[in-house]
C-alpha cells in the first residue's frame, strides 16, 4: 500500500526536523490561502490580467475592458485593494487601480505561462 511508510517513519528523524523549521508556519499558510482565494475569483483575476495588461485603469475602463457591471469591479477592487493587490491613485475626481507591486505582476505572469503549457488553456 502507497499510504502506508514503513515502520522507520515513527522514529525521530533529524532531516524532518530541519524540514519543518524551514516550513512556514500556521499564519504564513493562512494568509497565502487568503490571497490565493482572491486571485481565484474569475471577475477579479480579469481585472488583474488588465491592470497587467494596461498598467493603470480607471473603474469604467476595467468594466468595460472585462465586460462586467461597474459596481461589480468596484466591489472586486475593493477587496483587492484591502489585501494590497491592488493600489488607487487619485486624480481630481478620478481614481486610477494598478497592481501593488512586481510580485504580484510575477505571480500573474508565472500562472499565464504555466496554463500555455496546458492544451487547450489561453489567457
Do not use: N, W
Amino acid at each position: 500500500d502507497l499510504d502506508v511508510c514503513p515502520s522507520h517513519c515513527d522514529e525521530p528523524m533529524a532531516a524532518v526536523d530541519a524540514l519543518r523549521q524551514r516550513v512556514a508556519g500556521r499564519e504564513a499558510h493562512i494568509e497565502t490561502a487568503e490571497l490565493f482565494r482572491l486571485l481565484g475569483d474569475p471577475t477579479r483575476l480579469a481585472i488583474l490580467h488588465a491592470l497587467l495588461e494596461a498598467g493603470e485603469l480607471c473603474v469604467c475602463d476595467l468594466a468595460a475592458t472585462v465586460e462586467v457591471p461597474q459596481p461589480t469591479v468596484s466591489q472586486g477592487l475593493r477587496l483587492l485593494r484591502a489585501a494590497g493587490i491592488v493600489k488607487v491613485r487619485k486624480a481630481g475626481r478620478m481614481s486610477y487601480y494598478s497592481l501593488a507591486d512586481s510580485h504580484i505582476r510575477m505571480l500573474l505572469d508565472l500562472s499565464r505561462e504555466h496554463l500555455r503549457h496546458e492544451p487547450g488553456v489561453s489567457l
